[in-house]
């Protein structure tokens, strides 16, 4: 408490959060198998329940201290965002998308909404695909805008591989909507494609 949130390592975070869920038991080692299982405390949270369950030990009880803490990260992340002007915030912009998206395990769409003073209106899911393909249907995502009255949207998806390069089918897909968006006043302000520790930008890449 007095030193703050960085005062433990990973695997004492875990420890914590076992010991709530698994007592009477050293879970030390527990905690240290499932860092070498899956890399990192983040990764660990986000895993899914089945990948979880194959650790021996883990149960129930277990996953869904997991879960609410993932849970929590995630709202606080969007509290740092939400009904404020996306582009002066972008630092916690990129923050909340990493926590929300980066270690998905199939790749997800989203698109942020803005109006007029760039505030962020809405954070939507549109659509959820495969472990490296995501179907997305310019004309929805631009109906959407409409429906909510926004100015400007923010596309952003994940890449399960960790590497957030775009393929040529992501940047084919958003001159699509960008071409789609110009013509009814909705401006779009960037495709961020989030990975692992790192995210890529097409506007600062020059690709829209």
Same mark, same amino acid.
């Given at each position: 408490?007095?030193?703050?949130?960085?005062?433990? @390592? *990973?695997?004492?975070?875990? $420890?914590?959060?076992?010991?709530? @869920?698994? #007592?009477?038991?050293?879970?030390?080692?527990? =905690?240290?198998?499932?860092?070498?299982?899956?890399?990192?405390?983040? $990764?660990?949270?986000?895993? +899914? #329940?089945?990948?979880?369950?194959?650790?021996?030990?883990?149960?129930?009880?277990?996953?869904?201290?997991?879960?609410?803490?993932?849970? &929590?990260?995630?709202?606080?992340?969007?509290?740092?965002?939400?009904?404020?002007?996306?582009?002066? &915030?972008? +630092?916690?912009?990129?923050? %909340?998308? +990493?926590?929300?998206?980066? %270690?998905?395990?199939?790749?997800?769409?989203?698109?942020?909404?803005?109006?007029?003073?760039?505030?962020?209106? =809405? *954070?939507?899911?549109?659509?959820?695909?495969?472990?490296?393909? +995501? !179907?997305?249907? #310019?004309?929805?995502?631009?109906?959407? =805008?409409?429906?909510?009255? =926004?100015?400007?949207?923010?596309?952003?998806?994940?890449?399960?591989?960790?590497?957030?390069? #775009? &393929?040529? @089918? *992501?940047?084919?897909?958003?001159?699509?909507?960008?071409?789609?968006?110009? !013509?009814?006043?909705?401006?779009?302000?960037?495709?961020?494609?989030?990975?692992?520790?790192?995210?890529?930008?097409?506007? @600062?890449?020059?690709?829209?």
């Amino acid at each position: 408490m007095r030193a703050g949130e960085n005062a433990l @390592a *990973d695997y004492e975070l875990l $420890e914590l959060l076992l010991f709530r @869920a698994i #007592p009477r038991r050293d879970v030390k080692p527990l =905690a240290k198998e499932l860092l070498d299982r899956f890399g990192s405390f983040a $990764e660990v949270i986000s895993a +899914t #329940p089945a990948r979880l369950l194959e650790v021996k030990g883990i149960g129930e009880n277990a996953i869904i201290e997991f879960k609410i803490v993932q849970a &929590s990260a995630v709202k606080l992340a969007q509290a740092q965002v939400m009904k404020r002007p996306a582009i002066s &915030s972008w +630092t916690a912009l990129i923050d %909340y998308c +990493t926590v929300s998206m980066a %270690y998905n395990k199939t790749e997800q769409f989203r698109i942020l909404f803005l109006d007029r003073k760039n505030i962020l209106i =809405a *954070d939507e899911i549109q659509q959820e695909g495969t472990i490296d393909h +995501t !179907p997305v249907y #310019p004309r929805e995502v631009v109906k959407r =805008a409409l429906e909510l009255n =926004a100015s400007a949207i923010i596309l952003v998806h994940n890449h399960p591989s960790g590497d957030p390069m #775009p &393929s040529s @089918a *992501d940047i084919d897909m958003t001159h699509k909507i960008l071409e789609t968006a110009k !013509p009814l006043g909705i401006d779009l302000h960037d495709h961020i494609v989030v990975g692992k520790g790192r995210h890529a930008s097409f506007r @600062a890449m020059g690709l829209i």
